[in-house]
């Protein structure tokens, strides 16, 4: 039997695994090394390893490959909007790390735990919204199960098994270019020229797609569809396409066409959520409340993945004098799980995640800050009008487009002390994504920064 020796303090860069100290080697070593082992689903940063958080709550410590030496770096990427409450936070690390030690066991769904009712009771009062609520570990989890009841839901008002074959429907409408995640049921959303879906399938025919922020294409869908949709799936602003944020008007157009057709409205909340907006809910923006809401990344306050499927309890549609529990409708015993579901260390990270956004008003400070962040972007836009093409974002979700590919912008700036990736169908957009707390005059830093790695990409070329 093959065996495995672990030695030396985990938490330190001495320890071995059958005799290597990877944490020595140099950076290129184990860039190199790891290209063989993990697969080829990510393109890291070349030249470049990360090593721990920084001094502040916005920066993180950075390895470089050619100097050897780490450094600071401010850290406008987030893990993808999951540590909206910054690195190192005492509020929630301190008392997640206690519980752990010296209170928590993993018990499973077989029996409720201590935490669980007051961790529910928080979240469905922060979104203000009559729902009950799932838990799980991911965001492509809970996408799934909005998928699953969106279908039961349609086969039980209509009155046909879901057996029958050859029924019209049900479809899911989604936005062309959206995210939802990666698993199975998540990537039959992607457009089928997504690069994301192809080589995947068969999927089954039942996802229709039209475009972000139309609201005739939604309408022309319905109309061609009718109740043959069981419901509509969009993220409030659309993250890895590109930061790209809708009208005023367009989600409560889609909203009421639901309403209309006895569809169910779903916003996927899992990156817009928990203050990033400059709202608790990016749906709080436009006057809207779904059905289904999907939360994740910032859910768990950076210490623990979480994710969570909010449905509603009193979904009604137009003369249907009907009011449905959606989860009561649909789901029974051992129809949906998940092993982490509703545990206590999920739960005890949601609680912590919530007092930490109320306490410190994370989202108010989103909208401030936001909006001192995209001022001074735009300002360094006349400066750059032929690379900065656009500017666009809400509270502290901000994208920026250039006519020069993200990827190189993301690694200038990177040389500059400012860690933010390259997103969009064409990659010529950088999303910032920075702690909600990050200072304005630490956000100014960042627009300087940006300006000499402009100025040094347009002396290289």
């Not at 928080?122 to 009950?132: E, I, M, Q, S, T």
């Not at 009841?149 to 062309?176: C, D, M, N, T, Y």
């Not at 061609?224 to 989600?251: C, H, R, T």
């Not at 860690?419 to 990050?438: I, K, S």
């Amino acid at each position: 039997m093959p065996q495995v020796q672990i030695s030396g303090d985990l938490s330190s860069n001495t320890f071995t695994v059958n005799g290597t100290a990877f944490l020595k080697q140099s950076v290129a070593d184990r860039q190199a090394q790891l290209a063989k082992i993990a697969p080829p689903n990510y393109k890291p940063m070349e030249g470049w390893i990360a090593t721990g958080r920084g001094s502040t709550p916005w920066t993180l410590e950075f390895k470089e490959a050619l100097s050897g030496k780490t450094r600071q770096v401010i850290d406008c990427q987030t893990m993808y909007s999951t540590a909206n409450a910054g690195h190192g936070n005492a509020g929630i690390l301190d008392p997640f790390s206690d519980y752990q030690r010296y209170v928590w066991a993993p018990t499973g769904n077989g029996l409720s735990n201590d935490l669980q009712l007051p961790a529910l009771t928080a979240l469905r009062a922060l979104v203000g919204l009559n729902v009950r609520i799932m838990t799980k570990s991911s965001g492509g989890e809970v996408v799934d199960t909005a998928l699953k009841i969106a279908r039961k839901f349609w086969w039980l008002r209509h009155e046909r098994p879901s057996e029958r074959s050859g029924a019209s429907g049900p479809f899911i409408v989604v936005a062309q270019h959206a995210f939802h995640g990666r698993t199975l049921g998540a990537t039959s959303l992607f457009h089928p020229d997504s690069k994301s879906r192809q080589g995947f399938g068969p999927f089954p025919n039942s996802t229709l797609w039209v475009p972000f922020n139309d609201t005739d294409a939604m309408k022309r869908k319905f109309e061609e569809k009718g109740s043959s949709i069981a419901g509509v799936l969009l993220e409030p602003i659309q993250g890895e396409a590109g930061i790209f944020l809708p009208d005023d008007s367009y989600l409560k157009h889609v909203e009421y066409l639901c309403r209309r057709h006895g569809a169910l409205f779903m916003l996927d909340e899992i990156q817009t959520g928990f203050g990033r907006t400059g709202k608790n809910f990016a749906f709080e923006h436009y006057g809207v409340k779904p059905d289904i809401l999907l939360l994740g990344k910032a859910l768990g306050g950076g210490v623990m993945p979480v994710s969570a499927i909010l449905a509603r309890t009193d979904v009604s549609f137009g003369v249907d004098t009907r009011v449905f529990d959606l989860f009561e409708a649909t789901i029974g015993v051992g129809e949906e799980g998940q092993t982490w579901s509703g545990s206590a260390l999920s739960c005890f990270a949601i609680l912590a995640a919530i007092r930490n956004l109320c306490d410190k008003n994370l989202a108010g400070l989103a909208l401030e800050h936001g909006g001192h962040f995209v001022s001074e972007l735009l300002e360094l836009q006349k400066k750059w009008p032929k690379v900065i093409t656009e500017v666009r974002g809400k509270g502290l979700m901000v994208g920026v487009d250039f006519t020069i590919h993200g990827r190189e912008v993301s690694h200038a700036l990177l040389r500059e002390g400012v860690w933010a990736c390259a997103t969009g169908e064409t990659g010529h957009t950088v999303r910032f994504l920075p702690p909600l707390m990050t200072p304005t005059e630490v956000l100014s830093d960042v627009v300087v920064r940006l300006g000499k790695a402009l100025t040094g990409l347009s002396k290289s070329t």
